[in-house]
């Protein structure tokens, strides 16, 4: 599971597959549309008391918003998710995080709420410096502090009445998946851990996408970035990097996706959402529109059908509306 920038970079390499998907996607669009407008209903600091997610609600999984707080004194915003089944007795518990840029609104949230719904207790929560969460500047990652933020989700759900804290687990989503293992590394309270990650992170930062940054090229990147100090200290902020993913050719599949599929999605979510508005619908679909622009709930939208469709064809199962 990816957030809204890496979900849209579909890899379909394989022909028959890339085919299948042009002939699926349009027709997954409209009827999905249906099941969409029936289903159940980031600013730091600001935390909505509607569902506010990209994902339908589950009737089976009580949600609450919280916030606690790390060792740094930042407060940070999740969302927990406990099985209405529970009645009294305690539940083994998942902290859930990542990927890296996204928001608990997203991924996280997605698998703390279906993990609730097989019996856990679960917390998806905003890394500091990112969505509702504290911290400054804005989107920017610490190796340190985003350890921490896992530690102080753990210290969160082993103080709540519903949970069994020596049955605490972690999952840590595609680039959250090292700060979960650094975690865990030395939080022995934690009994188990998931990384779903797909590459090393730290590597690519280092060498680049297939190894391609030279040891010169990394210097000289050090070397631009240790200057950019003094010009950040005089302008009394620091800057933000230039956009690194800008596509020059030669760039791995999974970054490149198919432009025609991501095309066709978008334009059939923007029709869905267009009748949406016309004919005043409500659900999962009427609330996005309420929430998000235009353009933001299109790819909302778009993701959303690229999954239903890429599971259908993964599980070789025919569209069934209810179970969208």
Not at 127 to 135: N, Y
Not at 200 to 226: P, W
Request: glycine share 8%.
């Amino acid at each position: 599971m990816t957030d809204m920038n890496e979900e849209i970079a579909m890899t379909t390499s394989d022909t028959s597959r890339r085919n299948l998907m042009k002939l699926t996607s349009a027709g997954v669009v409209a009827a999905a549309a249906g099941s969409l407008f029936n289903t159940s209903n980031a600013k730091a600091q600001t935390m909505p008391n509607d569902w506010d997610k990209l994902f339908p609600k589950s009737e089976n999984v009580d949600h609450q918003k919280v916030t606690f707080r790390n060792r740094y004194g930042l407060t940070l915003s999740g969302d927990l998710y406990l099985p209405k089944s529970r009645s009294d007795r305690r539940l083994a518990a998942l902290v859930v995080g990542g990927p890296f840029g996204a928001v608990k609104e997203q991924s996280s949230g997605l698998y703390a709420q279906t993990m609730a719904e097989r019996g856990f207790a679960t917390l998806a929560f905003d890394p500091s410096f990112t969505g509702e969460s504290g911290g400054e500047p804005r989107n920017v990652a610490s190796p340190d502090i985003n350890t921490e933020d896992f530690s102080a989700a753990v210290d969160f759900l082993g103080l709540h009445p519903s949970v069994d804290r020596e049955r605490i687990g972690v999952i840590g989503i595609c680039g959250w998946g090292g700060m979960a293992l650094n975690a865990v590394a030395v939080d022995k309270r934690v009994k188990a851990v998931v990384a779903s990650t797909m590459y090393d992170m730290t590597r690519v930062m280092s060498r680049g996408y297939n190894d391609s940054v030279t040891l010169e090229q990394r210097t000289q990147t050090l070397e631009q970035l240790s200057r950019q100090r003094w010009e950040d200290a005089a302008a009394a902020t620091p800057a933000y990097q230039l956009p690194y993913n800008v596509l020059q050719g030669g760039e791995p599949q999974f970054m490149v996706g198919d432009s025609y599929l991501r095309r066709l999605l978008v334009v059939g979510a923007t029709a869905v959402l267009r009748m949406a508005r016309q004919q005043r619908r409500e659900g999962w679909v009427g609330n996005l529109l309420e929430r998000k622009k235009p353009k933001v709930a299109a790819v909302a939208l778009a993701n959303k059908t690229a999954r239903i469709a890429w599971t259908l064809m993964a599980r070789q199962e025919d569209y069934k509306p209810t179970a969208a």
